[in-house]
């Protein structure tokens, strides 16, 4: 019987997510491929949690894409002209960065094409989130068809499978999945406006949905605070 | 009566058929923005023309967009270890650069929804192409129904629209119809693998494309060669 190897590329942010997803898809059994975005976010220092979570993993390979999404603006991640709220807003927030799940993704697509792996994992979670459109289910399925006739893969009979494990957990679900796994998310950094060594806000949405994901865990928070 | 802007979003390779796409938005009455990508790209003076054509039409703004594809590889458009072949292939060539449409769109998306623009126009063609899985009408299809959903306007019911009006022409009945709203092709960029001049080297996929496509035309090819 012939084997061939799984490979899955992962979108790595930093974050206590996409760590969780990056154990869960080792977990599987795929030789992991981390894409970080380098993509002119206030959250810069994100980048150095994710190159730690990339080396504590062991991952095959980590790519940082460079990517100056601030020259387009349109949110308050990339233009620092707009301030990060600091209480959940309704409707879609001034977080929200223009298509950007839509942009990493077919990023991912293009490595993962290069590299022959056979999925994308992405943690988006349409729980407890933040109300963007772009992490929704149905927006996953829409961008998993499209990416079926994007790709040479795909026109060949070997289509990219897009994975959006966290899906339908809580991110207390999340943190007790993850902490199962030995994630350790002390590395980790969730939080839209940390202060230059990354201690978080505690007061922006992002802050928020972690420190209550940890409470109704029940277990310790091991984010760092300013 | 209120009247809203026309405003769409142009991608803007520098080449024949996007200097075409340009002058028929302007045509259609939107007011231009043209987007261009610099990817790693060998034809990297293809930038230099599409500078010269966003400029001739008078556009409202060029953005040009970093991005280093060429960290990812695969194609031997990023990738200088893989020649441009000298003949037509049979099957994807090695010049397809994996997700280089759905990259570009996906941006192109993003800075539509920041601008508000209605329309995006992409100038893919599936009559005298490449073989590109994403040049073709079901993959621009599938792209629509996805960024739908993708984006805060498509939630809130104002989505954007993909145009692709050369889908369908010839090269030769572009280039008639790019002469009838007086583009000037002596200024844009097809070869895939010009002189550092963007003197065209008339072997590639894209040089012999073009060049049929002026002789079937009946219209003097101002291309400049090696």
Chains 1, 2 share one sequence.
Request: aromatic share 8%; hydrophobic share 40%.
């Amino acid at each position: 019987m012939s084997q061939t190897e799984k490979k899955a590329v992962i979108l790595l942010s930093g974050g206590l997510d996409s760590a969780t997803l990056l154990a869960l898809a080792h977990r599987d059994g795929y030789t992991c491929y981390a894409m970080s975005f380098d993509y002119g976010q206030r959250h810069r220092c994100e980048l150095d949690a994710a190159a730690k979570v990339a080396k504590l993993n062991s991952v095959k390979a980590h790519k940082t894409i460079r990517l100056n999404l601030d020259s387009i603006g349109g949110s308050a991640l990339t233009d620092t002209n707009i301030d990060v709220p600091v209480e959940l807003s309704e409707g879609i927030p001034v977080t929200y960065v223009p298509a950007r799940n839509t942009v990493f993704l077919s990023i991912a697509l293009g490595w993962a094409e290069v590299v022959d792996a056979q999925r994308i994992y992405i943690g988006v979670n349409a729980v407890d989130y933040s109300g963007y459109p772009d992490c929704r289910p149905e927006y996953i399925s829409a961008f998993q068809q499209m990416a079926n006739l994007a790709t040479k893969g795909g026109v060949e009979g070997k289509p990219i499978t897009i994975e959006a494990p966290l899906q339908q957990l809580s991110k207390a679900e999340i943190v007790l999945l993850g902490t199962g796994l030995e994630v350790d998310y002390s590395v980790t950094v969730s939080c839209y406006n940390p202060a230059p060594g990354g201690e978080a806000c505690r007061v922006c949405d992002a802050c928020r949905l972690r420190e209550q994901g940890f409470t109704n865990a029940g277990i310790a928070d091991p984010t760092r605070y300013q």
